[in-house]
C-alpha cells in the first residue's frame, strides 16, 4: 500500500488518483496533523461494502462460510443451465 504526503497528492493529483485506479488498490493520504485517509477505487469500496453487509448476519455468514468450504472441498457439480 502506497502513501503519500497531501502535498505530494496536491502537486498531481490526477495522477495519483488515476495510480489508484489503474493499480485497484487503496493509497494512504497523511495529512500534516498525522491524520491519514484511504482513497481507493469505488467500485473497491463497493466490494467492500456488500462485504460487510453480507457478514453483518450471523446466521448469513454462517451460510457464506459453509458455501466457501463445500467450494474449497471440492464438494459442488457444476451443471448446465437450460435455456427457458
Known amino acids: 500500500m502506497q502513501i503519500v504526503t497531501l502535498e505530494e497528492a496536491k502537486r498531481d493529483l490526477e495522477r495519483l488518483l488515476t495510480q489508484v485506479l489503474?493499480?485497484?488498490a487503496?493509497?494512504?493520504v497523511l495529512l500534516a496533523s498525522g491524520q491519514q485517509v484511504v482513497m481507493l477505487p469505488q467500485e473497491e469500496y463497493a466490494a467492500?461494502?456488500?462485504t460487510?453487509?453480507?457478514l453483518a448476519s450471523p446466521a448469513n455468514a454462517?451460510?457464506?462460510r459453509?458455501?466457501?468450504a463445500e467450494?474449497?472441498?471440492g464438494a459442488i457439480a457444476?451443471?448446465?443451465l437450460f435455456e427457458v
Open 26 to 28: 487503496p493509497t494512504i
Open 62 to 64: 454462517a451460510h457464506l
Open 71 to 73: 467450494v474449497t472441498d
Open 66 to 68: 459453509t458455501s466457501i
Open 78 to 80: 457444476e451443471r448446465k
Open 52 to 54: 460487510r453487509y453480507l
Open 22 to 24: 489503474d493499480d485497484a
Open 48 to 50: 467492500w461494502q456488500e
